[in-house]
Antibody
Framework: EVQLVESGGGLVQPGGSLRLSCAAS????????MSWVRQAPGKGLEWVSV????????YYADSVKGRFTISRDNSKNTLYLQVNSLRAEDTAVYYC?????????????WGQGTLVTVSS | DIQMTQSPSSVSASVGDRVTITCQAS??????LAWYQQKPGKAPKLLIY???SLQSGVPSRFSGSGSGTDFTLTISSLQPEDFATYYC?????????FGGGTKVEIK
């Protein structure tokens, strides 16, 4: 059974940093691209970033480029998102998501999400 | 970036009704489109991928159609468990983008 479990969210001041983690199990982690998708309270879904299975290719949304860094540790089956220079508009539930197949960016599995709140 | 425009933003319907939601891409995306259902406090659930392929385990009352720039999600006979918010997502190119969502409410 595929499981994705996010952690690392919390309350942080503007300008602060956090590292989000997503522990994966139930599939061959290093074969799949993984993404982060976020959802601000009461708002829609926003894709944040993707990293390929090997970590060789990475893409970001313009809204987070230069502030967020996606990475993965395939030996630990864990995906990360380092979030720096946080702003109020980064307040959201952050989900990690696995593609339906090795290559296609349709999100078949999602974690339960971790809430990041940016406030002074 | 490819913009995804969903309509309507909300719809009121009754159990048994046929509901249609549309999604328009700002440029052609072939069939690189998915539809998701999201209920309050839960992660989204994949319903349709590649514009018209039904995800395993999803009831056949859900169907998707379209290609290029115009897409449709149809629920043929609305059930109580279908009241939720629906999102389209283009998978043609990065950055991936979602539509703004359509909330299906009880009439």
């Amino acid at each position: 059974e595929v499981q994705l479990v996010e952690s690392g969210g919390g309350l942080v001041q503007p300008g602060g940093s956090l590292r989000l983690s997503c522990a994966a199990s139930g599939f061959t982690f290093n074969s799949y691209a993984m993404s982060w998708v976020r959802q601000a309270p009461g708002k829609g879904l926003e894709w944040v970033s993707v990293i390929t299975g090997s970590g060789g290719s990475i893409y970001y949304a313009d809204s987070v480029k230069g502030r967020f860094t996606i990475s993965r540790d395939n030996s630990k089956n864990t995906l990360y998102l380092q979030v720096n220079s946080l702003r109020a508009e980064d307040t959201a539930v952050y989900y990690c998501a696995k593609g339906r197949t090795v290559t296609t960016p349709y999100f078949e599995y999602w974690g339960q999400g971790t809430l990041v709140t940016v406030s002074s | 970036d490819i913009q995804m425009t969903q309509s309507p933003s909300s719809v009121s319907a009754s159990v048994g009704d046929r509901v249609t939601i549309t999604c328009q891409a700002s440029q052609g995306i072939s069939s690189w489109l998915a539809w998701y259902q999201q209920k309050p406090g839960k992660a989204p659930k994949l319903l349709i991928y590649a514009a018209s392929s039904l995800q395993s385990g999803v009831p056949s009352r859900f169907s998707g159609s379209g290609s290029g720039t115009d897409f449709t999600l149809t629920i043929s006979s609305l059930q109580p468990e279908d009241f939720a918010t629906y999102y389209c997502q283009q998978a043609n190119s990065f950055p991936l983008t979602f539509g703004g969502g359509t909330k299906v409410e009880i009439k």
